[in-house]
Structures are given as structure tokens and as C-alpha cells.
């Protein structure tokens, strides 16, 4: 009797039933745990790719003559209005489309203001602008997500967006603003227009993120487009960066208009 109870599951009742789903219940409680784990490091590779692509750009920028930038982001331009017409959401995606323009133009114009004018000396002071546009949007990203996934239970847009929460966002726009102020005090930029970006560069990169959440959510679709095969599109790569980068530019043209915080500028301490 006792050797049926331990023998085939089909003969030997309801123990040996139990203990033989007993692995079958492990392996599903170890598939569970991996799970989150898995969307981790899925999550992080995307983060790495926008990562790289973020540094290709201000290597190309800083290093390369305008003209090689320019071509970049003509590219750029191409490939990310081409995915909006395949999201096919029609006026929406044509105020998306404007503002990744622009923000391109503007990232064209900041590097080749001398070029176009800019008062002499500038040309020293554009690396900066170009890093203090690009890193802090990288640290943004990357410290919004860790947070968020680590503790963020409040969603701000459940309805767009339902992975962003508001610990994520605040821890988000801390990074940005440390990342920003850190530029500035490496390379020694005026204080004034550094904080008025690391106040600022947060909040106006969440708006380029979630005005592209909610063109894909319309056309309800995951990613914009494909050619960065599993990491999406390239909007969905610079989307934070294109508002981004005209908000940078604004502040960039304030400063080298009125010499904002600079000596015997409009704002000599800040």
C-alpha cells in the first residue's frame, strides 16, 4: 500500500498527485520571480542603446565639422517623420512632427552658431551647451526609471503612459538637475543659465515623452517604428531629447544675447 502511494500518480491517489506537482509548482513560483527581473534588464538594454546613441551624438558634435552633424540629423528627421506617418494619428502627429524638427534645427543651430554669427569666443562654450542638452536628458532617464521601478507606485498618466509614476518622475527630474549643475561646474558655465536649465530640462523632456506616448497609444501601437530592432524607433529614442534641446537653445541664445550670468552681464551671481 505504502509503495502505491508513492508510485504512479494515475494509481496512487491524491498524496502522490500533490507531490507530484510539487515541482511543476516551483518551477511557475521561479518563473514569477524572473519575471520582473527579466523586464529589468530589458528595460536596461533599451536605456543602454538610447545611452549610446545619445553619445554617438555629441561625439559626432563636438568632434566632426557641423556639416557631418547636419547630415546626422537630416536622417534623423527623415526616419522619425517617417514613422509618424505610419502612426497614421493625423493632426496630433503633426504638432509631434514639429517639435522633432525643430528640436533637430535647434540642435544644428547650437553647434554651429559661431558659424552663423555668434559673437567670437562662442565656439569654446558649444561642447558645453551640446552636454548640458544631451547629459542631463540621459541622467533624467536613466534615474526616472530606476526609481520608478524600484518604488514608484503613483502613475501620472495611467491613461498614456502607465509605466511612469511620480516617484520615478521626481527622482527623474533630481537627476537631470544634478546632471545639468555638474556640467556647469566641470566646464565653469555660468551659473544662471545652468540652473535655469536643471530646473527646467526635466519638466520639458517629460512633455516630448509623453506627447509621443500618446500618439502611439492613439495609433495603439508599442513602439514608433523598428530600426532599432527590439528598442523601437527612433522617436522613441529621442523624444525627450528634441524638446529637450529647443528649450536648451532658448536658454543658449538668452545667454549669449544678454551674457545672462556672465561678468558684467544681466546676472553677475546667481
Known amino acids: 500500500m505504502g509503495g502505491r502511494v508513492l508510485g504512479d500518480v494515475g494509481d496512487a491517489g491524491p498524496v502522490a498527485g500533490l507531490l507530484g506537482d510539487r515541482p511543476r509548482r516551483r518551477a511557475r513560483v521561479v518563473r514569477r520571480a524572473r519575471a520582473p527581473l527579466r523586464k529589468v534588464v530589458r528595460d536596461l538594454r533599451r536605456r543602454t542603446i538610447t545611452a549610446v546613441i545619445y553619445a554617438a551624438i555629441v561625439l559626432v ?3 566632426a565639422p557641423p556639416i557631418v552633424l547636419w547630415i546626422l540629423l537630416v536622417a534623423a528627421g527623415r526616419g522619425g517623420l517617417s514613422e509618424l506617418r505610419r502612426l497614421r494619428v493625423g493632426t496630433p502627429a503633426l504638432v509631434f512632427g514639429a ?3 525643430l528640436g533637430l534645427v535647434c540642435l544644428a543651430l547650437l553647434r554651429s552658431a559661431e558659424a552663423l554669427g555668434a559673437r567670437p569666443g562662442t565656439a569654446e562654450w558649444i561642447p558645453v551647451w551640446l552636454l548640458l542638452a544631451i547629459f542631463p536628458t540621459w541622467a ?3 534615474g526616472a526609471y530606476l526609481v520608478g521601478s524600484a518604488v514608484g507606485r503613483r502613475r501620472i498618466a495611467p491613461s498614456i503612459s502607465p509605466g511612469k509614476t511620480l516617484e520615478g518622475t521626481v527622482a527623474g527630474f533630481i537627476a537631470c538637475a544634478l546632471a545639468a549643475v555638474a556640467v556647469g561646474m566641470v566646464f565653469g558655465l555660468s551659473r544662471a543659465p545652468v540652473y535655469i536649465v536643471a530646473v527646467g530640462l ?4 517629460l512633455v516630448g515623452d509623453l506627447l509621443e506616448s500618446s500618439l502611439k497609444r ?4 508599442k513602439d514608433s517604428g523598428a530600426i532599432l530592432p527590439g528598442h523601437g524607433g527612433l522617436l522613441d529614442r529621442l523624444d525627450s531629447l528634441v524638446t529637450g534641446a529647443t528649450f536648451v537653445f532658448m536658454v543658449f541664445i538668452l545667454w549669449l544675447l544678454t551674457g545672462l550670468g556672465s561678468e558684467g552681464g544681466i546676472v553677475d551671481r546667481f
Open 61 to 63: 558634435a563636438v568632434a
Open 99 to 101: 517639435l522633432f524638427v
Open 140 to 142: 533624467a532617464d536613466i
Open 202 to 205: 526635466g519638466p520639458v523632456g
Open 218 to 221: 492613439r495609433a495603439g501601437v
